[in-house]
């Protein structure tokens, strides 16, 4: 198996599935914990030098942070219904979850630094844009752009149609060459409608000394330390991902492989 797919699995008695962190990852950045919690369940986060996006993927629940109480928040059914619910919590910041239901819940961190304070980032809050066209065709939801405050962290999610195409044309960031491209490190958390299916994501240099074609299903997750990274979804099933992204600079500026770049033409 490769070791930038990490396969899904039944949660631990805490609700971990998933744990990526820059030691594990061998990389400076990223960090990422996927979470099920059962109805009442609680989860308890020690404050640290990292900022925190914590994304409700499905389910609702009770949010506790620093001086801050969001109630009864999210209620997706399936992150292909709707937009997400989130709330941003920045560097030395405790917080709790407490499932109101059964939870998805995704923890996405980065360095943190500045002076920024917690926000709920609701449905209202996320801006929807339709990217590509025929079988490049996805539905995207910023969950926290460069335009809004945080110190290192990028948070989307896409969902790309059944048969189609993401991340494409291939494209890559991870040279530190503003303002034509930025170096940031990036996974994927993928979940797919209906959940039996799968599709198959590319991870490759300009000279192959990373080169690795995985099959994702549902719950998998992938993680891109550097070079190009499209993935795409087997007929009949659509295609969910939850992207983090972060790196020196908060910017994301893409550099396309040259031989696909009369596709964007």
Same mark, same amino acid.
């Given at each position: 198996?490769?070791?930038?797919?990490?396969?899904?699995?039944?949660?631990?008695?805490?609700?971990?599935?998933?744990?990526?962190?820059?030691?594990?990852?061998?990389?400076?950045?990223?960090?990422?914990?996927?979470?099920?919690?059962?109805?009442?369940?609680?989860?308890?986060?020690?404050?640290?030098?990292?900022?925190?996006?914590?994304?409700? %993927?499905? +389910?609702?629940?009770? %949010?506790?942070? +620093?001086?801050?109480?969001?109630?009864?928040?999210?209620?997706?059914?399936?992150?292909?219904?709707?937009?997400?619910?989130?709330?941003?919590?920045?560097?030395?910041?405790?917080?709790?979850?407490?499932a109101?239901?059964?939870?998805?819940?995704?923890?996405? #961190?980065?360095?943190?630094?500045?002076?920024?304070?917690?926000?709920?980032?609701?449905?209202?809050?996320?801006?929807?844009?339709?990217?590509?066209?025929?079988?490049?065709?996805?539905?995207?939801?910023?969950?926290?752009?460069?335009?809004?405050?945080?110190?290192?962290?990028?948070? %989307?999610?896409? %969902? #790309?149609?059944?048969?189609?195409w993401?991340?494409?044309?291939?494209?890559?960031?991870d040279?530190?060459?503003?303002?034509?491209?930025?170096?940031?490190?990036?996974?994927?958390?993928?979940?797919?409608?209906?959940?039996? +299916?799968?599709?198959?994501?590319?991870?490759? *240099?300009?000279?192959?000394?990373?080169?690795?074609?995985?099959?994702i299903?549902?719950?998998?997750?992938?993680?891109v330390?550097?070079?190009?990274?499209?993935?795409?979804?087997?007929? +009949?099933?659509?295609?969910?991902?939850?992207?983090?992204?972060?790196?020196?600079?908060?910017?994301?500026?893409?550099?396309?492989?040259?031989?696909?770049?009369?596709?964007? *033409?």
């Amino acid at each position: 198996m490769s070791r930038l797919l990490l396969k899904n699995h039944v949660p631990d008695a805490a609700g971990l599935v998933h744990e990526v962190t820059p030691e594990s990852a061998g990389w400076g950045h990223v960090g990422f914990a996927l979470h099920r919690l059962a109805k009442g369940q609680r989860l308890e986060v020690k404050g640290s030098a990292d900022e925190t996006c914590i994304v409700l %993927v499905t +389910g609702s629940a009770t %949010v506790e942070a +620093g001086p801050q109480i969001f109630r009864s928040i999210g209620g997706r059914a399936s992150p292909f219904e709707g937009k997400p619910t989130a709330v941003y919590v920045p560097r030395d910041t405790a917080f709790a979850v407490i499932a109101e239901s059964e939870l998805e819940l995704a923890l996405c #961190t980065a360095p943190g630094g500045g002076e920024h304070g917690v926000r709920l980032i609701g449905p209202d809050d996320v801006a929807y844009s339709r990217r590509g066209q025929g079988t490049n065709t996805r539905h995207v939801h910023d969950i926290l752009p460069e335009t809004e405050p945080a110190h290192s962290l990028l948070v %989307v999610e896409v %969902v #790309t149609p059944a048969g189609g195409w993401s991340s494409y044309p291939s494209h890559k960031h991870d040279t530190d060459n503003l303002p034509h491209e930025s170096l940031l490190e990036e996974i994927y958390y993928h979940r797919f409608q209906p959940p039996q +299916g799968f599709g198959f994501q590319r991870v490759y *240099t300009d000279d192959r000394s990373l080169d690795e074609t995985m099959t994702i299903e549902d719950g998998d997750l992938v993680m891109v330390p550097k070079g190009y990274h499209p993935c795409g979804t087997a007929h +009949g099933y659509d295609l969910y991902y939850l992207n983090v992204m972060a790196g020196p600079k908060r910017a994301w500026r893409i550099n396309t492989e040259e031989c696909h770049r009369w596709l964007l *033409t």
